[in-house]
């Protein structure tokens, strides 16, 4: 028995298909529901590294789930149920071909970009005279698609987005409204627990009935970046690095070990101290997030437990 989930294989009851993403495994019920099962799964530079790390699941689907509540009077969401801690389960949705990534600040992808010279993401200008992690004077709108062969993610214009008829211009207005709704409230909610949402990505689908909703993560560390609040222009004065909150350390370390997801890099050695202190640092990521205390789910046999809790729930709303 295993202390982290990284491979499921459930077989539930009106079972259709079973999509397994990065992180996510995501099941069909009956083409109605879909129950999305957490995993610990670190993923980096669109790699699925090769050890799970405890808690990781769990942390992301609670910080998801409770992003959603926060934000439900906003942006209708796919939540119905969350019957597991590392479960979600809700609407059957068609998700948008598009992620929606929006940037308060320069950092990370688009600090690289700006680094190299380019003045233009995705179709948007980037202003003169930016240092990394300056905040832009409005929040930008960097959409990403999937590439071809559904590995890697690539930026993609607002205007491509529309006119090769990947999202239609009527619903990608709505995409963008919803966006910047939910950066908005995501900034307020950040701030009260002293933190800064730097970016962040939001993915929606269509409901059968045709009803545009948030699906998946919202604001969790693994789609998010956060600076500290506390000491945060006195480090942009200085030109040192923030303080942030964000799955970056692990693509740093990544970095640092001669590996950035490209052909012929060799993923590094997680020894168990660097698992560990992932965890820790997941842990820590949750409680300044969430800004409540990290309660463990018993882990002695997760696999068992997510499957028990997941029959539990369909045996009592499946028909």
């Not at 610990?40 to 050890?51: E, M, Q, Y």
């Not at 380019?118 to 179709?123: F, H, Q």
């Not at 995409?175 to 929606?204: C, M, N, P, W």
Request: with cysteine.
């Amino acid at each position: 028995m295993s202390s982290t989930i990284t491979a499921t294989d459930f077989n539930f009851p009106n079972q259709k298909n079973v999509y397994h993403g990065k992180v996510r495994d995501v099941y069909n019920i009956n083409d109605e529901l879909l129950v999305m099962i957490a995993t610990d799964r670190l993923s980096a530079f669109d790699v699925v590294l090769p050890k799970g790390i405890p808690y990781k699941g769990q942390i992301l689907n609670q910080i998801a789930t409770k992003m959603m509540d926060l934000t439900h009077d906003l942006v209708p969401n796919w939540l119905i149920a969350t019957p597991d801690p590392n479960v979600a389960i809700g609407h059957l949705c068609e998700p948008f071909k598009v992620e929606m990534v929006i940037r308060g600040y320069l950092a990370g992808h688009a600090a690289r970009e700006y680094a190299s010279g380019k003045r233009s993401l995705c179709g948007v200008y980037m202003q003169e005279n930016l240092n990394e992690n300056d905040a832009f004077p409005e929040p930008i709108i960097t959409p990403s698609t999937k590439a071809d062969n559904g590995s890697h993610d690539e930026d993609i214009s607002r205007e491509d987005i529309i006119s090769k008829g990947i999202v239609s211009e009527e619903d990608y207005l709505v995409l963008e409204h919803y966006t910047r709704s939910l950066f908005q409230r995501g900034t307020v909610i950040a701030k009260a627990s002293g933190l800064i949402l730097v970016d962040t990505k939001y993915e929606f689908g269509k409901t059968k009935d045709g009803k545009i909703v948030l699906i998946d993560e919202i604001h969790t560390p693994d789609s998010s970046r956060y600076f500290y609040a506390d000491g945060y222009q006195e480090r942009q004065n200085k030109g040192e690095e923030q303080k942030q909150l964000s799955k970056e350390f692990v693509r740093q370390w990544l970095i640092s070990e001669g590996f950035q997801g490209k052909e012929g890099q060799k993923i590094p050695e997680m020894t168990e101290n660097y698992v560990d202190s992932v965890s820790e640092r997941y842990i820590e990521l949750y409680e300044k997030i969430a800004g409540q205390e990290f309660v463990k789910a018993d882990i002695s046999d997760i696999n068992k437990r997510i499957e028990q809790n997941i029959l539990n729930y369909l045996e009592k709303h499946i028909k």
